[in-house]
């Protein structure tokens, strides 16, 4: 058992004993309530030493844990609440608790209709409650990311489901570059997001290649019984291993990407790296830098050097470097006169 599930059954027994002022606890009768809490929970004899229960309580009385515990010693060894209400469980949240998981509910609920998500629902609702029963009239000091306006999650849990079942999906679709709406089948592995879009990844057919469908771009799903799923191993830590967001040309080979971060942006790449593959390799007296990316060459990674600007520059490979220089031509264009 983990050391801070322990601790937790540790601290709640104690808070359960110094609850109950009926009787007297001494330091030998809340080791020995904690040790039988621990046995049952682990089915096996676990004895607790004093030293632990002394920390424990030293921690619970500290603000350590958020507890500020009043338990006091009378009469040179029974130990007792100096509030006979107080309870561990009952702590009032802070303002910061509080926005935290404002925040975090709010974004939680986005997934409201995903079954993935049942489990939660309940919790949310009692942490929605409390906080509506604590929330001061103040600005969050946390703001998450999200997009109230995404489209597609609706579909997230029939598809979910459809790829634990293993059940062929029927897809009405309209790509960015189509003009109108196709119907396929399909036969889906993973759900992935990638910069606050979510993505079906899986193959049309058995011996077509892995492709992703954005959820945005679903008109409607159906189902096929009779076609057999196609029940491949799919990995895919390693199929997106070297490559910056869904786009996996399947054609192509990995290629060391050579790039020159200005000084400004240095220290950002450094602390956030454009992806898992990138390497340091030369750091210049102006502060700027160079560094390698192992990568397979998509839109993705196109999207992300354009990003930076005049900060950065692509060194190697030729090809990549000549691709970038004309797109940056093309867009000065659009600013001529």
Not at 95 to 112: A, G, P, Y
Not at 138 to 146: A, G, R
Not at 320 to 334: A, D, G, Q, V, Y
Request: proline share 4%.
């Amino acid at each position: 058992m983990a050391q801070n599930k322990n601790a937790l059954i540790r601290y709640k027994t104690i808070d359960k004993c110094l609850q109950n002022r009926y009787r007297t606890w001494t330091l030998d009768d809340l080791i020995d309530a904690v040790s039988e809490a621990l046995f049952e929970y682990e089915g096996k004899e676990n004895p607790v030493s004093k030293r632990t229960i002394q920390l424990d309580i030293q921690l619970m009385r500290s603000e350590k844990l958020g507890y500020n515990a009043p338990i006091v010693v009378y009469d040179k060894k029974y130990y007792k609440y100096e509030d006979e209400e107080f309870t561990i469980t009952d702590i009032p949240l802070t303002e910061t608790d509080i926005n935290v998981l404002s925040e975090t509910v709010s974004m939680l609920k986005q997934f409201k209709d995903f079954s993935l998500f049942n489990d939660v629902s309940d919790i949310l609702q009692r942490l929605e409650d409390k906080i509506y029963a604590e929330k001061s009239h103040t600005q969050p000091v946390i703001h998450l990311d999200k997009n109230e306006n995404l489209k597609g999650l609706h579909f997230l849990d029939e598809l979910y489901q459809a790829i634990i079942k293993k059940v062929v999906l029927k897809i009405t679709y309209k790509s960015f570059t189509s003009r109108d709406e196709n119907t396929f089948l399909f036969h889906a592995f993973i759900l992935k997001e990638f910069n606050n879009r979510w993505f079906l990844v899986g193959k049309k057919r058995p011996k077509a290649p892995i492709s992703n469908l954005a959820l945005d771009r679903i008109s409607s799903i159906d189902y096929d019984f009779q076609t057999p799923f196609i029940d491949e191993h799919f990995e895919a830590e390693k199929f997106y291993k070297n490559v910056v967001g869904v786009t996996v040309n399947t054609g192509l080979q990995p290629k060391k990407i050579e790039l020159w971060i200005d000084p400004t942006n240095a220290p950002y790449v450094l602390t956030k790296p454009m992806h898992q593959t990138q390497r340091l390799i030369k750091t210049n007296d102006d502060g700027s830098i160079i560094i390698h990316l192992f990568l397979m060459l998509n839109y993705e990674a196109e999207r992300l050097f354009l990003g930076f600007g005049n900060g950065l520059e692509v060194l190697k490979p030729e090809g990549l470097r000549n691709r970038m220089k004309n797109i940056i031509e093309k867009s000065l264009k659009r600013y001529e006169p």
